[in-house]
């Protein structure tokens, strides 16, 4: 039986996948402030040019420069498992598989594309970067790239996490990365939300808003922002992970998965393994793809799909997607990453052309998982990935009740030794279901409504 199915070094993958260049309906253009689609030195202030390219790019595979492989081979290929201790405790004929990105220097999947940004922000001349960070993860993922390449790091991170995970600011700190909490009174952004919400427990849409104002009003002209999730050239920096998957699991004589799962916040782990699937899903392949999100937080169950800011302070360019709303402030649950109003436009446009499938599961029944996950595998997941670990655990009952031998493959996004808070909350029994209430969702129709109508263009194939 094959419980870690590695790759050689030389077989890493030396191109991303660009799932741009094959989705079966084109997306909606992200839309300016005149309602008119944005040009790419729109972007220019944000973002250096040579990312704009990959935002925009239609091209299907893009090479890897040589210099980011050689970052990135202080981890990867990461390792693929078979899950077979949960699978025994099961008692399921599944098969479950899980990419294993916790083994990266920052524990999770992030530095797959802190990496690249990082790298072609330098090659751009830029010497500093803006970000926010939810859980921690991306912060300190950025700072760990920074360090390496020779950035100065700037981190907005999001009060609830800031107070909870007081050990992914220090490790940001040991990276040279600066963190301090959002809302913060250093912008302009921050200074007006305080004011009218002063115990606000902060957003990923706040903490964006920062970043992107101390950016873009930098005087030298050096400063960028990054975004860890969300826009199309980190979906594709995350490839890595599907087309490394994808090479082990025909080393052990599986041509595809029949379920693949991944939690999503702004969609790019899920996107990472999913989307060199998806392109074999769009060439006739029978494969179930569900990104997984909290029942809080439920973009892609419940929202509606529409043209939305990406930031609470409406900086950003009007993107098609699931969303609840940028005003939108989630509950303080424990899965800081998945707190946010919006979501990937690819994997968005994947959802309304009936690729993937969403599904929402409350953090009682994650923290559960996770708690078995640990009871059997060994390992200690970070909350974000506990939701994919649940929704793997629903589908080898499912594969058990209907007697089908599936293979079942998932993201293990990253591990949870900093996010041990929200483990005792569970064991202690504080930690309550919640469903967002409809109230909550009528205040995004009222946040939405003066936008441009998105149309949900589809084949109807799936
Ligand atoms: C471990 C982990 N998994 C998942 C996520 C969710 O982000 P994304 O949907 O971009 O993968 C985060 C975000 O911080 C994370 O830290």
């Given amino acids: 039986m094959d419980r870690k199915i590695l790759l050689n070094e030389q077989d890493i993958p030396k191109q991303w996948y660009n799932i741009a260049a094959d989705l079966p309906t084109p997306m909606l253009p992200p839309l300016g402030p005149d309602g008119n689609p944005v040009s790419p030195d729109m972007l220019a202030p944000v973002f250096p040019m040579n990312l704009i390219e990959q935002e925009v790019s239609t091209e299907r595979w893009i090479d890897i420069p040589e210099e980011v492989l050689d970052i990135l081979y202080r981890w990867r290929p990461a390792p693929l498992r078979r899950a077979v201790y949960l699978e025994r405790f099961l008692d399921t004929p599944a098969k479950i598989y899980y990419k294993d990105e916790s083994t990266s220097p920052a524990g999770s999947h992030k530095p797959n594309t802190s990496v690249p940004q990082a790298w072609y922000n330098k090659q751009f001349g830029i010497e500093r970067l803006t970000t926010e960070t939810g859980a921690g993860q991306w912060g300190s993922a950025l700072s760990f790239a920074c360090s390496l390449i020779g950035l100065e790091c700037k981190v907005f991170m999001v009060r609830i996490s800031f107070d909870q995970k007081p050990f992914r600011k220090l490790m940001m700190q040991v990276w040279g990365g600066n963190c301090v909490a959002s809302p913060s009174e250093e912008t302009n952004a921050g200074r007006k939300i305080l004011e009218e919400m002063p115990d606000t427990p902060g957003s990923l849409g706040i903490a964006i808003s920062e970043a992107i104002e101390q950016a873009v009003t930098d005087p030298s002209g050096k400063t960028r922002y990054s975004l860890g999730s969300v826009l199309n050239h980190v979906m594709l920096h995350q490839t890595i992970i599907g087309l490394e998957a994808k090479a082990q699991l025909k080393s052990v004589g599986i041509d595809k998965p029949d379920v693949i799962i991944g939690c999503a916040g702004g969609g790019s782990n899920f996107a990472g393994l999913a989307f060199p699937f998806t392109q074999d899903k769009i060439n006739g392949a029978e494969i179930e793809i569900i990104p997984c999100e909290p029942t809080a937080c439920p973009t892609l169950t419940r929202a509606p799909f529409a043209y939305d800011f990406g930031d609470t302070a409406c900086t950003t ?26 979501m990937s436009p690819l994997v968005c446009q994947c959802v309304v052309e009936g690729l993937h499938n969403p599904r929402a599961i409350d953090q009682v029944e994650c923290y559960e998982a996770a708690l ?21 655990i629903q ?10 031998e599936k293979t079942i ?19 202690t029994g504080k930690l309550a279901p919640y469903y967002l209430p409809d109230e909550e969702l009528a205040k995004t129709e009222e946040c939405l409504k003066d936008y441009p109508p998105a149309e949900m263009r589809k084949t109807g194939k799936w």
Avoid: Q
Wanted: contains cysteine; glycine residues 12%.
């Fill in 395 to 404: 589908e080898a009952k499912k594969a058990k009740e209907e007697g089908k």
């Fill in 372 to 392: 078995t996950w640990a009871r059997t595998e060994g390992t200690i997941c970070a909350p974000e990935t506990s939701h994919a670990v649940a929704c793997a």
């Fill in 317 to 342: 360019p009007l993107m098609a997607m699931y969303t609840l709303g940028h005003a939108f402030v989630p509950p303080p649950i424990h899965a800081g990453g998945l707190r946010y109003h919006g």
């Fill in 409 to 427: 493959l998932f993201n293990y996004s990253g591990h949870g030794l900093m996010d041990l808070k929200g483990y005792e909350a569970y064991l």
